[in-house]
C-alpha cells in the first residue's frame, strides 16, 4: 500500500531522467541493497520532496547512487532543506563541518579510530556537496573550497596523529620536523569529492645527519598508509606523489635543502610550473614560512 501510494510521484520523477530505465534499475538497486532497518519508502511517503532529490541523483549521477545505496546514512543529508539558504549558509557550513572532524580525531582513543571517523565524516560530506553542485545550490567554487577545506583538515589532523605515533616508536622527530605540501587541484583549492591528493613532504633535518631521512620516509609512508586505509566508508582519499623532486624515482621525503639545489640546478620547467600551484598545508609554523620561502624563491629564478 504504501509502495502503491507513491508510485504515481516516483514513476514521473524517474521518467524525467535521461536515462529512464538506467534509473529504473538503480532505484531497485537502491531498495534491495538497503539495511532492513532502513525504512525507505517510509521517509518517502513523510517527505515527498525526497522523490526529486532521489530521482536526480540516480537520474544524473551514477556514483552518487552507488554512495546512496552502500551508505544509508547519505539520507539523512538529502532531508535538510536544499533552498538557497544553504548556498548562503555554504561557509559557515565548512567551518562547522571542518571544526567538527578537528574535535572527534584529536578524541579519538586511537589513530586507526581517528581514521575510522574521518573516513565516515569526509565521505558523507564529500556526497553533500556533490549533491548540492548536482542540484545547483552550491556552485563550483563553492564546493571546490569546502572539500579543500576538508582535506586541509584531515591533513593537519592525521599528520600530528602520525608524528606522535611515528615519535613512541622511533624517537621524536630530528631537525626542525616535516611539512605538508599541497599541489595540483588540492594546493589551488580546486578540490571535488573524490579528488587525488597530490603531495610532497618536505622536511629539516637540522643536525640529525643522513639518518633523519629514514625515519621521515618512514613516517610520510605511515601517513600515505592512513590516507590510503580502506574502511567500511572507502579509504580517505587516493595519494599522487610523482610531483616531487625527481617524481616516482625519488625519495618520498625531501630534505628541505635538497628541495631547493633540485629547483636551483635540475627541475625542468613543468616542475616549476607545478610549483604555482603548491601551498604549505600544515606542519611546525617556522618550517612552513621557510618551505613557503623556497617556493617562492624557486618560482621567481631565472630559467636559462
Same mark, same amino acid.
Given at each position: 500500500?504504501?509502495?502503491?501510494?507513491?508510485?504515481?510521484?516516483?514513476?514521473?520523477?524517474? !521518467? !524525467? @531522467?535521461?536515462?529512464?530505465?538506467?534509473?529504473?534499475?538503480?532505484?531497485?538497486?537502491?531498495?534491495?541493497?538497503?539495511?532492513?532497518?532502513?525504512?525507505?519508502?517510509?521517509?518517502?511517503?513523510?517527505?515527498?520532496?525526497?522523490?526529486?532529490?532521489?530521482?536526480?541523483?540516480?537520474?544524473?549521477?551514477?556514483?552518487?547512487?552507488?554512495?546512496?545505496?552502500?551508505?544509508?546514512?547519505?539520507?539523512? &543529508?538529502?532531508?535538510?532543506?536544499?533552498?538557497?539558504?544553504?548556498?548562503?549558509?555554504?561557509?559557515?557550513?565548512?567551518?562547522?563541518?571542518?571544526?567538527?572532524?578537528?574535535?572527534?580525531?584529536?578524541?579519538?582513543?586511537?589513530?586507526?579510530?581517528?581514521?575510522?571517523?574521518?573516513?565516515?565524516?569526509?565521505?558523507?560530506?564529500?556526497?553533500?556537496?556533490?549533491?548540492?553542485?548536482?542540484?545547483? +545550490?552550491?556552485?563550483?567554487? @563553492?564546493?571546490?573550497?569546502?572539500? +579543500?577545506?576538508?582535506?586541509?583538515?584531515?591533513?593537519?589532523?592525521?599528520?600530528?596523529?602520525?608524528?606522535?605515533?611515528?615519535?613512541?616508536?622511533?624517537?621524536?622527530? #630530528?631537525?626542525? &620536523?616535516?611539512?605538508?605540501?599541497?599541489?595540483?587541484?588540492?594546493?589551488?583549492?580546486?578540490?571535488?569529492?573524490?579528488?587525488?591528493?597530490?603531495?610532497?613532504?618536505?622536511?629539516?633535518?637540522?643536525?640529525?645527519?643522513?639518518?633523519?631521512?629514514?625515519?621521515?620516509?618512514?613516517?610520510?609512508?605511515?601517513?600515505?598508509?592512513?590516507?590510503?586505509?580502506?574502511?567500511?566508508?572507502?579509504?580517505?582519499?587516493?595519494?599522487?606523489?610523482?610531483?616531487? #623532486?625527481?617524481?616516482?624515482?625519488?625519495?618520498? !621525503?625531501?630534505?628541505?635543502?635538497?628541495?631547493?639545489?633540485?629547483?636551483?640546478?635540475?627541475?625542468?620547467?613543468?616542475?616549476?610550473?607545478?610549483?604555482?600551484?603548491?601551498?604549505?598545508?600544515?606542519?611546525?609554523?617556522?618550517?612552513?614560512?621557510?618551505?613557503?620561502?623556497?617556493?617562492?624563491?624557486?618560482?621567481?629564478?631565472?630559467?636559462?
Amino acid at each position: 500500500a504504501l509502495l502503491a501510494a507513491l508510485l504515481p510521484r516516483l514513476v514521473a520523477t524517474l !521518467a !524525467a @531522467q535521461p536515462d529512464p530505465d538506467r534509473a529504473l534499475q538503480r532505484f531497485d538497486r537502491l531498495i534491495f541493497g538497503l539495511p532492513a532497518g532502513i525504512p525507505l519508502l517510509s521517509l518517502l511517503r513523510h517527505n515527498p520532496a525526497l522523490i526529486d532529490r532521489i530521482g536526480g541523483i540516480l537520474g544524473s549521477a551514477p556514483w552518487l547512487a552507488e554512495h546512496l545505496a552502500a551508505t544509508p546514512s547519505a539520507l539523512e &543529508g538529502l532531508l535538510l532543506p536544499s533552498e538557497g539558504g544553504e548556498t548562503l549558509r555554504a561557509g559557515q557550513h565548512t567551518r562547522e563541518i571542518c571544526a567538527l572532524l578537528r574535535r572527534r580525531m584529536d578524541a579519538a582513543a586511537d589513530t586507526a579510530l581517528a581514521i575510522e571517523i574521518a573516513q565516515r565524516l569526509v565521505r558523507g560530506e564529500e556526497f553533500r556537496l556533490a549533491t548540492a553542485l548536482l542540484e545547483t +545550490t552550491l556552485d563550483i567554487d @563553492q564546493v571546490a573550497r569546502a572539500a +579543500t577545506a576538508l582535506a586541509d583538515t584531515t591533513l593537519q589532523r592525521l599528520l600530528v596523529r602520525i608524528v606522535a605515533d611515528h615519535a613512541a616508536r622511533h624517537g621524536p622527530p #630530528p631537525g626542525a &620536523g616535516v611539512v605538508i605540501v599541497a599541489l595540483g587541484k588540492a594546493g589551488s583549492r580546486e578540490m571535488m569529492a573524490g579528488s587525488d591528493l597530490d603531495l610532497m613532504l618536505v622536511y629539516d633535518p637540522g643536525e640529525a645527519g643522513p639518518g633523519a631521512a629514514g625515519y621521515y620516509s618512514r613516517l610520510v609512508h605511515g601517513l600515505i598508509g592512513a590516507l590510503t586505509a580502506p574502511g567500511r566508508d572507502g579509504p580517505l582519499y587516493a595519494v599522487d606523489m610523482r610531483l616531487r #623532486p625527481s617524481g616516482s624515482q625519488g625519495p618520498v !621525503a625531501v630534505s628541505l635543502d635538497a628541495f631547493i639545489r633540485y629547483h636551483a640546478e635540475s627541475a625542468w620547467v613543468w616542475e616549476r610550473m607545478a610549483l604555482t600551484r603548491a601551498r604549505v598545508v600544515t606542519g611546525p609554523a617556522p618550517l612552513r614560512a621557510r618551505v613557503t620561502a623556497a617556493i617562492d624563491a624557486a618560482l621567481h629564478q631565472h630559467v636559462p
